[in-house]
């Protein structure tokens, strides 16, 4: 396993969470858990409740959006991904499955901890705004591209 200085690392490189101060990341760091997935298992599945944000620390996902029972591919993640944060902002259900391509490291950091994040600094509510924002456009190209190519 990593040490915990070496997720602190990792959490450091997640430009969202630029703005938070490295005492406080080391906090973060230490109330994470570290989970492994295996190939094609899902780390979230759309529709569930958001209940965590992960971080990819090693590996990559796919997103994964259902389609009338056919899975669209909509994005591949890396590292320093973050999954799962909007669902935990908005009080949605998931929005998608995102799904391990490979063996996949993740940090998985509880929804309380998380939103307390965002309150405390409004930084990162904000750019979780925009990456919404983001991800909203892509989709719909992406779904608009099946639908014509179906």
Do not use: C
Not at 3 to 14: K, Y
Not at 115 to 130: A, Q, R, S, V
């Amino acid at each position: 396993t990593m040490p915990p200085n070496q997720e602190v690392d990792a959490l450091r490189r997640v430009p969202l969470f630029q703005p938070i101060e490295p005492r406080r990341l080391k906090l973060l760091a230490f109330t994470s858990e570290r989970l492994v997935f295996n190939p094609g298992q899902d780390v979230v599945r759309q529709g569930d409740p958001g209940d965590a944000a992960y971080i990819i620390l090693a590996g990559e996902a796919d997103v994964l959006i259902d389609n009338n029972g056919t899975m669209i591919p909509v994005a591949r993640l890396d590292e320093n991904a973050v999954i799962g944060e909007i669902a935990i902002l908005t009080g949605v259900p998931r929005t998608a499955t995102v799904r391990a391509v490979g063996e996949l490291t993740a940090l998985r950091i509880g929804k309380d901890t998380f939103f307390k994040l965002i309150t405390d600094i409004p930084d990162i509510g904000m750019e979780i705004m925009k990456e919404l924002a983001r991800r909203l456009e892509r989709t719909t190209t992406e779904l608009q591209k099946a639908k014509s190519a179906a």
